[in-house]
């Protein structure tokens, strides 16, 4: 029994994946802010994505 909830854990299956996505997975708190509230912020925000930060320059010699 065991190896076989290893087997289920290991790799979660597309149905596990969307009610996870749906939120059923866990009670949902009803005082959670909703997500479009959340993105709104994020939004208003200002910050760097990951993509437009270069790359350090190494101190070392250029190849």
């Not at 959670?32 to 994020?42: F, G, I, N």
Request: net charge positive.
């Amino acid at each position: 029994m065991h190896n076989t909830l290893l087997t289920y854990t290991d790799r979660p299956t597309a149905p596990l994946l969307a009610k996870d996505f749906r939120g059923e997975l866990v009670p949902q708190d009803p005082n959670d802010e909703p997500a479009s509230e959340l993105l709104k912020r994020l939004a208003a925000t200002s910050f760097s994505p990951a993509s437009k930060r270069g790359r350090k320059k190494s101190l070392g010699t250029a190849a």
